[in-house]
């Protein structure tokens, strides 16, 4: 790993050395490592794991800067004799005053910028204190979506010292008309949780934003806080401008990583199932573990799994221990109170979901489980930090798989733990939609000059390779609508003036793009809302939370589920809301599960396909999965871990053909509908498709194990990357995945609004649905900016396209087919998915057709 | 022959694209074509694309070269706002007076367009009586026996082996029909919804679902709620 030399020069000031001191500290390496990166001017990236006192770290540069410069803002200081001379009625020299103190109000000196908002409130608290008890004169103040206008003014024109936001608050700042005398003070800008920020549209929101900053206060260093990743030096660039030719990195701080974490594989009595994520099995393992400890985060993957463990914990809780809940979609006041429950010490255990994955310290947490599987290793050892929040005391956490192919996957990852393997996505290039969102925001400031504006861009690393093609293409967009039927240049949005600066058209579009400013384009979400059972026209009621549209629309009045841990029965819904009333069934039919967000990485999936190929470590993953391992042998045969094996069999009247390429949900859902394509024009008659973490099973009438056999279907044709061409263009055509990820992408570039000036719109009240947008410039100008934004999001998005074609290039001319007269061991999880999951596909016509023959058939009895 | 139905006696089709056929009269029936709409959002600062006139159009005349209409009755909402359409591109206006030459071309006033644009030809009304039938814009709550009807832009949802599937619909009670939107820019609104009760009997209604290439009937008390 390679550390920057960091000699340690700087001396605190006696007031900071003092205060380490009375408490009994020394300040840590690497906090004087970022002393010193202070001192030299630079900016520079800190990893260290939790509890080693990032933050501090992140600020002491900052504090003991602000100290020496001499506190106080001129606008503070002038206030009394300005309150004076307006008590004394002399308003003309209060006025005078007032000039005199703006022309130099801003003392902003450093942001604080993190992904989540309670973080940056919850830092604010925890600088108060150092601040109090050194008794610095050094103003701190948060401003999140929930801070009230009046206070949001001030701030602009009173700043604090040191203000603690998150990215779409800076996109904001930056579209104000008091950017550039806000900014020009600025100095610093401490980024927490870097690793989680980088990953996403709000990075590259956030880089073009630091691009701007930088142009507005020239000198400013930055100072990324971030966990381990695999590829310091991707976040290097991030936080310092890149020169036109070559790249350019920022300091590193690596602190020491702290005790290795204790790490276990659940070992139950139970039999561990063959399939499915609801961990049931389990269920009293887990009780009794939350029993031993003071308090015990369980994680799960997905909102779902979160409700389910939470219930089944509950109904086996004889000792009434207290358990909580705690997910995206509660009310946010109950997520309030479980936070303030857990701080007090009250709770035994919380059952989470990622929203409790970032840095806030709420209580002491003395035990991880994870539930389900751990998809990443680098993940994984995040969410293990958050047990104990001391750095040299080992965290220890337990790993609860769900279905035998976790097992394995659990395996991988603790390995890949004692290795300190890290496996964090790779930094993508930005976002175009993104790019058309700030260049608005831009104008929206103050008008600017393109050939400026492209190379400010392009000194932002994840636009570091942009063209200028592109950029005109965006820059073009965001004025006209960018269409090659020029139809709107009376309707622009922005405008080149005789200066040659853009500049927006109308207030109007200012106001618009101050509403949807920000780059988290929600799932539609309606309200869900207690009523009584069996009322006709339900309305009002107590309001539980919110939920996924899609969740709701494959449910029927009656249907039951589970949301905030009681289980509900579906009334009705009206608009954007949700009717349920409470019922007494304990058996709540789940609707399909979408799976987690995150893929299992490739790296652990590397991991499992050598684990499923090396017999000598079957034994480690206990009896059961073991004697699995054996039987797949004696069957079919295990892969080697660089073929893709694909197994050929009849079952019930039905043909299936099973592929285990290990490569995650998304790219298999994929393929599975690239290859029945394929296997329709090959005269296989194809009828669906499921698709696990793992493996691929497709299903029809025609006899697969035949026609491979006699050389009909070729597997190397069947599965050659130039699927990825054509028939990956006709099937877009239809993939509901792609119109959804072109839906975020016109909302993030502002062709759709989320909220209009005085009204606002949610999910399907839109005014025109992002399908028939999509449905007629796909039509009419399929090359649009957007459609490339569309694109180059699906490679590696939903649709995962990237991986899918390292996948097929990884296993030509390595496939192994097995021609066999029933299901195999390994395939069984994979078909037991059938019926859980979505049958994707063109089934739908087919599926539309069966709902009108049901009809005939009735009719007829 | 799917999508075929009875409203007072007489034949009518639902045709796949969204339009209704009447086949002894040689009439095209469609709804809701809300040509310019882009333009006229883009006048309010949605700049989205300017391709869905041309799309509703080219939709049409597909259509029309398929079934040969002797007369066509466009329900009302044909044009999505007044000032704008006005301005409607020449080369549009050229493709559309195309589409009219040698029919018997209706349009039905809409709340959108209580005038059509100057100089567009055809003929234009409030409703029309033609045999058993009457067509108007908006459906009337009171009962109207052969009212055919445009306005509400419905649409179903129906639940088959746990997937929840959506499309544009036409609805009747073989008393009553109203039409699917056919512009390109143009949504649908679920037949659940409380702004059709009242308008169907029950037990009889039957959502025409429009399919890839076929049209689904669906039975009124499949129909879903959510979407």
């Avoid at chain 1, 409470?582 to 499992?608: N, Q």
């Avoid at chain 2, 234009?124 to 009962?143: I, K, S, V, Y």
Wanted: net charge neutral; with cysteine; charged share 25%.
């Amino acid at each position: 790993m390679n550390i920057e030399p960091a000699p340690v020069t700087s001396d605190l000031p006696p007031i900071f050395a003092d205060w380490f001191a009375a408490r009994g500290w020394s300040p840590r390496r690497h906090q004087l490592d970022l002393l010193a990166a202070r001192e030299r001017g630079s900016s520079v990236l800190l990893i260290a794991p939790t509890g080693a006192g990032k933050t501090l770290a992140g600020f002491l540069p900052s504090l003991i800067d602000i100290h020496a410069r001499g506190s106080r803002p001129a606008v503070e200081r002038s206030e009394s004799p300005l309150r004076d001379l307006m008590a004394a009625g002399d308003t003309k020299a209060a006025l005078e005053a007032m000039r005199e103190a703006r022309k130099n109000p801003s003392r902003l000196h450093t942001l604080y910028i993190s992904p989540l908002k309670a973080l940056a409130v919850d830092i604010a608290r925890n600088l108060e204190t150092p601040v109090a008890e050194m008794g610095l004169d050094i103003r701190v103040e948060t401003r999140t979506g929930d801070t009230g206008s009046a206070k949001r003014q001030r701030q602009k024109s009173d700043p604090p010292d040191i203000l603690l936001t998150t990215p779409e608050q800076i996109a904001l700042l930056i579209a104000s008309k008091e950017a550039e005398e806000l900014f020009a003070s600025l100095k610093t800008v401490v980024l927490d949780e870097l690793h989680a920020l980088v990953t996403s549209k709000r990075g590259d929101l956030l880089a073009l934003g630091l691009a701007r900053l930088r142009a507005l206060a020239p000198g400013l260093r930055t100072v990324g806080l971030s966990a381990t990743v695999a590829d310091p030096d991707a976040l290097r660039r991030y936080l310092v401008p890149q020169p036109s030719d070559g790249e350019a990195l920022s300091d590193l701080v690596m602190a020491d990583p702290g005790a290795s974490p204790d790490v276990t594989i659940l070992a139950s009595d139970e039999r561990v199932p063959w399939s499915g994520h609801t961990t049931r099995y389990a269920i009293k393992d887990i009780y009794r573990l939350i029993g031993e400890n003071n308090l015990t985060l369980v994680f799960v993957n997905t909102r779902s799994q979160a409700e389910m463990t939470f219930q089944e914990l509950w109904a086996v809780n004889d000792e009434a221990l207290p358990i909580a809940l705690h997910h995206g979609s509660l009310d946010a006041g109950q997520r309030r109170k479980v936070e303030a429950a857990m701080a007090a010490g009250s709770l035994r255990a919380v059952v989470c979901t990622s929203t409790l994955d970032l840095g806030i310290d709420w209580g002491d947490v003395d035990q991880v489980i994870h539930v389900g599987a751990p998809k990443g290793a680098s993940r994984l050892a995040q969410r293990i930090g958050r047990a104990n929040h001391r750095l040299n005391e080992p965290s220890r956490a337990v790993l609860v798989p769900s279905n035998r192919f976790e097992v394995m996957e659990c395996r991988a990852a603790v390995a890949a733990l004692a290795e300190g393997a890290q496996d964090t996505p790779p930094l993508m290039p930005g976002g175009l939609d993104v790019l058309c969102q700030h260049i608005l925001g831009c104008a929206v400031g103050s008008p600017f000059n393109a050939d400026k504006l492209f190379s400010e861009v392009t000194s932002a690393a994840p636009y570091a390779h942009l063209n200028r093609e592109t950029f005109d293409r965006a820059l073009d967009f965001v004025a006209t609508g960018g269409y090659a039927l020029r139809a709107y240049e009376r309707h622009a949005r922005i405008r080149k003036r005789n200066d040659g600066k853009w500049r927006v058209a109308n207030p109007r579009v200012a106001q618009t793009y101050r509403l949807n400013v920000g780059t988290i384009v929600e799932e539609a979400m309606l309200k869900v809302r207690l009523v009584k059972a069996g009322r006709k026209t339900p309305r009002g009621g107590m309001w539980l939370g919110e939920i996924e549209e899609w969740f709701v629309s494959q449910m029927e009045p009656c249907d039951t589920f589970i949301f905030g841990g009681h289980v509900l029965s579906l009334v009705g819904i009206r608009e954007t809301e949700v009717y349920v009333s409470k019922t007494v069934s304990r058996d709540p039919k789940i609707p399909s599960y979408m799976g987690g967000k995150f893929p299992l990485s490739t790296y652990l999936a590397e991991r499992v396909r050598d684990m499923v190929a090396d017999p000598k470590q079957w034994k480690l993953m206990g009896p059961q999965v073991a004697e699995w391992l054996r039987l797949q042998a004696l069957r079919s045969v295990n892969p080697a871990r660089d073929q893709l094996l694909v197994e050929t069999f009849p079952r019930a009247g039905r043909n299936y053909l099973v592929c285990y390429p290990f490569d995650g949900r998304l790219c298999h859902q994929t393929l599975g509908m690239l290859l029945t394509r394929r296997l329709e024009r090959m005269g296989a008659r194809p009828m669906g498709f499921v698709a696990s973490e793992y493996a691929l099973a497709v299903w029809g009438l025609g006899d697969l194990s035949l026609l491979i056999e006699t050389g009909r279907i070729r597997l190397g044709d069947l599965f050659d990357e130039d699927m990825l061409g054509d028939d990956l263009e006709a099937w877009l055509d239809e993939s509901s995945l792609f119109k959804r990820t072109f839906r975020a992408c016109a909302t993030i570039a502002g062709l759709i609004e989320r909220r209009h000036p005085g009204k606002e719109k949610t999910g399907r009240q839109m005014t025109v649905s992002s399908d028939l947008i999509y449905d007629v410039l796909r039509t009419h100008e399929p090359d649009h900016i957007l459609m490339q934004a569309t694109r180059n999001d699906a490679r590696t998005g939903q649709l995962d396209i990237g991986r899918l074609g390292a996948m097929l290039s990884r296993t030509r001319g390595r496939i192994v087919h097995k021609a066999l007269d029933r299901v195999s061991p390994l395939a069984v999880p994979v078909l037991l998915d059938i019926g859980r999951e979505f049958i994707a596909g063109e089934a739908n016509e087919e599926l539309l057709a069966e709902a009108a023959d049901d009809l005939i058939r009735e009719a007829m009895e | 022959m799917a999508g075929m139905l009875d409203l007072c006696g007489e034949a009518l089709q639902v045709d796949p694209s969204g339009v209704v056929w009447w086949p002894d009269e040689r009439m095209l029936i469609v709804a809701d074509l809300h040509l310019e709409k882009g333009a006229s959002l883009a006048a309010r600062g949605a700049l989205i694309p300017p391709y869905d006139t041309a799309a509703t159009l080219a939709r049409l005349a597909e259509v029309m070269m398929r079934l040969r209409p002797a007369r066509v009755i466009a329900l009302g909402d044909s044009f999505h706002d007044e000032n704008v359409s006005a301005g409607l591109p020449a080369v549009l206006r050229e493709r559309l007076r195309g589409l009219m030459a040698g029919t018997e071309w209706v349009w039905i006033a809409g709340n959108h367009d209580p005038l059509p644009p100057a100089g567009i030809g055809g003929d234009f009304t409030a409703e029309l009586g033609f045999g058993p039938l009457l067509f108007r814009h908006e459906p009337n709550a009171g009962a109207a026996r052969g009212e055919v009807a445009g306005h509400l832009h419905p649409a179903a949802s129906v639940t088959v082996r746990g997937r929840s599937l959506r499309r544009r619909c036409a609805a009747c009670d073989g008393g009553r029909m109203i039409l699917p939107a056919f512009g390109a820019y143009t949504g649908g609104l679920n037949l659940r919804e409380p702004v059709f009760r009242g308008l169907f009997d029950p037990k009889r209604l039957h959502a025409y679902m429009l399919g890839a290439r076929t049209v689904h009937r669906v039975a009124g008390r499949r129909i879903g709620y959510a979407g």
